[in-house]
């Protein structure tokens, strides 16, 4: 079974200070490595993904995470947050599996503030 | 990427009365749906798996007489919520993968909250 844990509950940062919002993952398989951004009430929306190759993945927002194997990291993180960046965040994992189920973290708050 | 959609994104309910979700896959064919409920300030739980054609795996202590999943067809799966009680009152979110999507992604619809009276 694989699990996700989301060290931070809830992060809060002024605007366009950099932010970190961090992931560690537990798994007995190889796993993708998923960020979405959800906005309220609204479904989920994929950041970024580590399915292999190099460990620094770019995403969609001025967003990247770096997976990191020997410490089963996978850290998001932005250089400098705006105001509309206000979202909660969820890591998942994957198997490397047809059909496989996503496993999500707990989430994290990020809130911005002016 | 692929676009999904849910519809109603919202409904109010009586209790005792069943309110069916709609979650289509409106630009490939999805050969797994997967149905998630997620409550305020939580991360999404995942409820069951279905695939076209089949019955749907239900995960451990969702009631499936209560939680009725169909996916009669690669662009369709329902969830009807049966005898609604306040209780179920909650957001739920439908994803959906395969059919020529890469494996390693699920694209989500935008939600729908139900609200029950």
């Known amino acids: 079974a694989q699990s996700v844990t989301q060290l931070d509950s809830q992060v809060p940062v002024f605007e366009e200070a950099p932010v970190e919002l961090r992931c560690n993952y537990s798994s007995s398989v190889s796993v993708y490595l998923f960020w979405y951004v959800q906005y309220p009430n609204q479904g989920l929306q994929l950041l970024l993904k580590?399915?292999?190759?190099?460990?620094l993945v770019k995403g969609i927002n001025g967003f990247e995470a770096e997976f990191n194997k020997s410490q089963t990291s996978f850290h998001l993180r932005k250089p400098s947050v705006h105001i509309s960046d206000t979202a909660e965040y969820f890591c998942?994992?994957?198997?490397?599996?047809?059909?496989?189920?996503?496993?999500f973290g707990e989430g994290t708050q990020l809130t911005v503030n002016p | 990427g692929a676009v999904v959609s849910q519809h109603p994104s919202r409904v109010i309910c009586k209790s005792g009365t069943s309110v069916k979700i709609e979650c289509r896959s409106l630009d490939f064919q999805a050969t797994t749906m997967f149905w998630y409920r997620q409550f305020p300030k939580q991360s999404l739980m995942l409820m069951a798996t279905s695939n076209e054609g089949s019955k749907a795996t239900y995960e451990q202590g969702v009631e499936k007489d209560k939680f009725l999943i169909n996916h009669a067809s690669l662009t369709l799966s329902t969830l009807t919520v049966t005898s609604a009680h306040p209780e179920d009152s909650s957001f739920y979110i439908c994803?959906?993968?395969?059919?020529?999507?890469?494996?390693?992604?699920?694209?989500f619809g935008p939600g729908t909250r139900l609200t029950v009276l």
């Open positions: 998942a994992v994957k198997k490397k599996t047809s059909g496989s189920r996503l496993t």
């Open positions: 580590y399915l292999s190759g190099s460990t």
């Open positions: 994803s959906a993968g395969g059919g020529g999507q890469p494996d390693n992604e699920q694209f």
